[in-house]
Nanobody
Framework: QVQLVESGGGLVQPGGSLRLSCAAS????????MYWYRQAPGKQRELVAT???????NYVDSVKGRFTISRGNAQNTVFLQMNYLKPEDTAVYYC???????????????WGQGTQVTVSS
């Protein structure tokens, strides 16, 4: 069974920082891309950052210059460093990945359970 488990969310004051982590576990053959999404109350889920294997990161305009997506040395982890946080960054943040499992012929998309980030004074 494959799992994506996020951690690192919490309450932070405006201007502060948080680092989200996501670890993939299971019988994984390859990870082609990892993503961070977020969903604020009453809003649609939004793609925040993308990191494809061998590619450059991409960000939604609202977080450019403030957020950084990176892969861990183990390659089954992805981080989202969030600096200069604003109240409008408040949301549940979800890890997402395109992964091919051992025994599968094609990659599939998988979601984590989400972690709450609240930016408030």
């Amino acid at each position: 069974q494959v799992q994506l488990v996020e951690s690192g969310g919490g309450l932070v004051q405006p201007g502060g920082s948080l680092r989200l982590s996501c670890a993939a576990s299971g019988s994984i053959f390859s990870i082609n891309a990892m993503y961070w999404y977020r969903q604020a109350p009453g809003k649609q889920r939004e793609l925040v950052a993308t990191l494809r294997s061998g590619g450059s990161p991409n960000y939604v305009d609202s977080v450019k210059g403030r957020f950084t997506i990176s892969r861990g040395n183990a390659q089954n982890t992805v981080f989202l460093q969030m600096n200069y946080l604003k109240p409008e960054d408040t949301a549940v943040y979800y890890c997402n990945a395109d992964m091919q499992l051992n025994g599968d012929y094609v990659p599939r998309n998988y979601w984590g359970q989400g972690t709450q980030v609240t930016v408030s004074s």
